[in-house]
């Protein structure tokens, strides 16, 4: 932060803005506490942003077409949420609200990169991206019946021949080539590709310098062969949901993962703070659900509805497709993941039509409210490092835009979250998914009020976040 000494005539222009040549700022937030994870900044400060860039970050007093008093509030970088699912102008409402200014599909993925960032052009609330998807690329070559992000027939369950595998390569390599983010991988729901087939694609990923972005198969072999498997191919590892793949193992999860990175390898985790996954129930994680006893049905919560499911309503909602909610882990298990200083937070989040997981709207303020400043779990600067910085440098080594984000500092992009630490909290429900955070009243992305007064305004100025193209 720059701390100018100027004479007394210089400073009383500052103080009068009546000197010729005052600088005048398209939005100023003042007299806030301004935290930047990158540099160690945490002091109250005045930031000027002008053509969508953060332009100054003073203790002098700014002047502006917009001021916001920011008394009493943190002045933050956006929040990147590097596994959301909800790419929909009706989640990321809700996301923004959260503080998230960029949502990132970097576990499903998409078979048709330039497609998806297509659909998403002419702006939306905030910024967006996606990963090519194995899963998704897979279901495209296989031919699976699915309609929804993961693999309800020949896409999960079956081995790819010689030939289809080539084309999931093509498929991959295309993706990357049109400017994916990243490569996303869900072996849990592709129990047809053997090991193999798994590393072959981390080849790939790690001959563009990719990042792959896993929902691996359970255990800690699992993770073991996933980290070995990305170590021989020097492709970046990301597990994605690190409390939801390791449930009651989550401390050997974690060890494991510090292992990797002690030995040098990328290796980077987040988590979601919330006890209850979801996922389709369609899916092949519940392909053996007719043996399960019966206790284990009550576990999941049909989504559209919010019952509780038995043997029988379970397999009539299979039948019927749609999101199932899946309790049983513990608040020690989520305190362990979220308060690990190797994890991001990460929201894994998804709605659609009114119904889905409250991680999509409650995620941030979460950690913010609950276990930052009811807890004490984590402090506020460690917290934000793990909504910001580091999401933002698991992906800058491939996309150079990710230099910019994350970071609140002359030069940045001008994405700033501001919340209230002493009233920040999630709201939501897994009966009522659509209940929006509170406490965070003003977001900003590209320099322009997306949140204002705790409100949606009508602007639309996020981007579509790509890799260089080849």
């Given at each position: 932060?720059?701390?100018?000494?100027?004479?007394?005539?210089?400073?009383?222009?500052?103080?009068t803005?009546?000197?010729?040549?005052?600088?005048?700022?398209?939005?100023?937030?003042?007299?806030?506490r301004?935290?930047d994870?990158a540099?160690?900044?945490?002091e109250?400060?005045?930031?000027g942003?002008?053509?969508g860039?953060?332009?100054?970050?003073?203790n002098?007093?700014?002047?502006?077409?917009?001021?916001?008093?920011a008394?009493?509030l943190?002045?933050?970088?956006?929040?990147?949420?590097?596994?959301?699912h909800?790419?929909?102008?009706?989640?990321?409402?809700l996301?923004?609200?959260?503080?998230?200014?960029?949502?990132l599909?970097?576990e499903?993925?998409?078979?048709d990169?330039?497609?998806?960032?297509?659909?998403?052009?002419?702006?939306?609330?905030?910024?967006?991206?996606?990963?090519?998807?194995?899963?998704?690329v897979?279901?495209?070559?296989?031919d699976?019946?699915g309609?929804?992000?993961?693999?309800?027939g020949?896409?999960?369950?079956a081995?790819?021949?010689?030939?289809?595998?080539?084309?999931i390569?093509?498929?991959i390599?295309r993706?990357?080539e049109?400017?994916?983010?990243a490569?996303?991988?869900?072996?849990?729901?592709?129990?047809g590709?053997?090991m193999?087939?798994?590393?072959?694609?981390?080849?790939?990923a790690?001959?563009?310098?990719a990042?792959?972005?896993?929902?691996?198969?359970?255990s800690?072999?699992?993770?073991?062969?996933?980290i070995?498997?990305?170590?021989?191919?020097?492709?970046?590892l990301?597990?994605?949901?690190?409390?939801?793949?390791a449930?009651g193992?989550?401390?050997d999860?974690?060890?494991a993962?510090?292992?990797a990175?002690?030995?040098?390898?990328?290796?980077?985790?987040e988590?979601?703070p919330y006890?209850?996954?979801?996922?389709e129930?369609?899916?092949?994680?519940?392909?053996?659900?007719?043996?399960?006893?019966?206790?284990?049905?009550?576990?999941h919560?049909?989504?559209?509805t919010g019952?509780?499911?038995?043997?029988?309503?379970?397999?009539?909602?299979?039948?019927?497709?749609?999101?199932?909610?899946?309790?049983?882990?513990?608040?020690?298990?989520?305190?362990?993941?979220v308060?690990?200083p190797?994890?991001?937070?990460?929201?894994d989040g998804?709605?659609?039509?009114?119904r889905?997981?409250?991680?999509?709207?409650?995620s941030?303020?979460?950690v913010?409210?609950?276990?930052?400043?009811?807890?004490?779990?984590?402090?506020?600067?460690?917290?934000?490092?793990?909504?910001?910085?580091?999401?933002a440098?698991r992906?800058d080594?491939?996309?150079?835009?990710?230099?910019?984000?994350?970071r609140?500092?002359?030069?940045?992009?001008a994405d700033?979250?501001?919340f209230?630490?002493?009233?920040?909290?999630?709201?939501?429900?897994?009966?009522?998914?659509t209940?929006?955070?509170?406490g965070i009243?003003y977001?900003?992305?590209?320099?322009?009020l997306?949140?204002?007064?705790?409100?949606?305004t009508?602007a639309?100025?996020?981007?579509?976040v790509?890799?260089?193209?080849?």
């Amino acid at each position: 932060m720059r701390n100018r000494v100027r004479s007394h005539v210089v400073a009383l222009c500052v103080l009068t803005a009546a000197c010729a040549g005052a600088e005048s700022y398209d939005l100023v937030v003042e007299n806030g506490r301004v935290v930047d994870p990158a540099t160690g900044l945490f002091e109250v400060a005045n930031v000027g942003v002008s053509d969508g860039s953060i332009a100054e970050i003073s203790n002098e007093r700014m002047t502006g077409a917009r001021v916001i008093d920011a008394t009493g509030l943190v002045v933050a970088p956006g929040f990147i949420d590097l596994h959301e699912h909800g790419q929909s102008d009706e989640a990321y409402a809700l996301m923004v609200r959260d503080g998230v200014t960029t949502a990132l599909e970097l576990e499903v993925g998409t078979a048709d990169v330039d497609g998806w960032y297509a659909a998403r052009a002419g702006g939306q609330r905030v910024n967006h991206g996606v990963s090519v998807g194995h899963m998704q690329v897979r279901m495209e070559v296989l031919d699976d019946p699915g309609t929804g992000l993961t693999p309800a027939g020949v896409g999960g369950s079956a081995a790819a021949t010689p030939e289809q595998l080539d084309a999931i390569e093509d498929g991959i390599r295309r993706g990357l080539e049109q400017g994916a983010l990243a490569v996303g991988f869900g072996t849990a729901y592709t129990p047809g590709a053997e090991m193999s087939e798994v590393e072959r694609m981390f080849d790939v990923a790690g001959e563009y310098g990719a990042s792959v972005h896993i929902h691996m198969r359970g255990s800690v072999a699992g993770l073991d062969s996933t980290i070995t498997a990305a170590r021989n191919a020097g492709a970046p590892l990301h597990i994605v949901h690190v409390n939801s793949s390791a449930g009651g193992a989550i401390d050997d999860f974690l060890a494991a993962i510090q292992a990797a990175r002690d030995d040098g390898q990328d290796v980077t985790t987040e988590t979601y703070p919330y006890g209850a996954g979801m996922t389709e129930i369609t899916s092949a994680l519940f392909d053996d659900w007719e043996s399960w006893p019966e206790e284990r049905f009550a576990d999941h919560q049909l989504v559209s509805t919010g019952e509780r499911l038995n043997r029988q309503t379970f397999g009539q909602a299979r039948a019927r497709g749609g999101t199932v909610i899946i309790h049983g882990r513990t608040e020690e298990m989520t305190r362990a993941a979220v308060g690990s200083p190797l994890t991001m937070i990460a929201s894994d989040g998804f709605i659609e039509n009114g119904r889905g997981h409250p991680r999509t709207s409650g995620s941030y303020s979460k950690v913010l409210g609950r276990y930052v400043r009811d807890e004490g779990l984590l402090d506020l600067e460690e917290a934000v490092a793990k909504m910001t910085i580091m999401p933002a440098r698991r992906l800058d080594d491939l996309t150079p835009a990710f230099e910019r984000k994350g970071r609140l500092q002359e030069g940045m992009d001008a994405d700033i979250t501001i919340f209230d630490p002493a009233t920040v909290i999630d709201r939501s429900t897994y009966m009522d998914a659509t209940i929006p955070a509170v406490g965070i009243p003003y977001v900003i992305v590209g320099g322009v009020l997306v949140v204002d007064g705790g409100e949606l305004t009508d602007a639309r100025p996020g981007v579509g976040v790509r890799a260089p193209t080849r």
